[in-house]
């Protein structure tokens, strides 16, 4: 299965806000509502933002948020700040009960 | 405090072995799922395989499927990987991760710091 499609790079301003979408198929993103979302620092192990589409983790800031719409998933940052930069993960569960990532969004802050 | 701990990582050749482990603290290890993710030197996120609470369903990537064996000891707290036939393209670093959810569908809510394998002649 290939990886889930995401843009490689998203950039904005400090308090702009911006949204990465995490593309898939009838086959995970669009048959489940299973979609997670994971930011990575350089050097560091992910760290689980979103998860169940829209869920967000105790201690997760509420400037986080995911949606879905068919077989497209997207996190949208607001507010944008200087501790957003990092690398951005999509995940999705599949029908074939294995688990699809993204290639990887690097979000710069301007 | 949740707690994941992975060893075992090195330089192997070509059509090697190598067994990963991971040790868990401060949850109960028995009734959640656990998965190994791995990521390659600047590249992105690869699920690689999962075990469920009792080894009840056991699942692995495409491209570790036949060479790769997950495998837990509850009394111990511990996740395995044994991993055969390398190939280079298995060099990574590799991350055990908590499943959440514990059920239907998965996301990863606890990582360890990760172990790096390095496949080359």
């Known amino acids: 299965q290939s990886a889930l499609t995401q843009p490689a790079s998203v950039s904005g301003s400090p308090g702009q806000s911006i949204t990465i979408s995490c593309t898939g198929s009838?086959?995970?993103?669009?048959?489940?509502?299973?979609v997670s979302w994971y930011q990575q620092h350089p050097g560091k192990a992910p760290k689980l933002m979103i998860y169940?589409?829209?869920n967000r983790p105790s201690g997760v800031s509420d400037r986080f948020s995911g949606s879905k719409s068919g077989n497209t998933a997207s996190l949208t940052i607001s507010g944008l700040q200087a501790e957003d930069e990092a690398d951005y993960y999509c995940?999705?569960?599949?029908?074939?009960?294995?688990?699809?990532f993204g290639g990887g969004t690097k979000v710069t802050v301007l | 405090e949740v707690h994941l701990v992975e060893s075992g990582g090195g330089l192997v050749k070509p059509g090697g072995s190598l067994r990963l482990s991971c040790a868990a603290s401060?949850?109960?290890?028995?009734?959640?799922?656990i998965n190994w993710v791995r990521q390659a030197p600047g590249k992105g996120l690869e699920w690689v395989s999962s075990?469920?609470?009792?080894?009840?369903?056991?699942y692995y990537s495409d491209s570790v499927k036949g060479r790769f064996a997950i495998s837990r000891d509850d009394a111990k707290n511990s996740l395995s990987l044994q991993m055969n036939s390398l190939r280079v393209e298995d060099t990574a670093v590799y991350y055990c991760?908590?499943?959440?959810?514990?059920?239907?569908?998965?996301?990863?809510?606890?990582w360890g710091q990760g172990t790096l394998v390095t496949v080359s002649s």
């Open positions: 991760a908590r499943d959440g959810r514990g059920s239907t569908g998965r996301y990863f809510d606890y």
């Open positions: 995940s999705s569960y599949t029908s074939s009960s294995t688990e699809l």
């Open positions: 075990i469920s609470s009792s080894s009840t369903y056991i």
């Open positions: 401060g949850f109960s290890f028995s009734t959640y799922s």
């Open positions: 009838s086959s995970d993103v669009g048959d489940y509502n299973y």
């Open positions: 169940e589409v829209t």
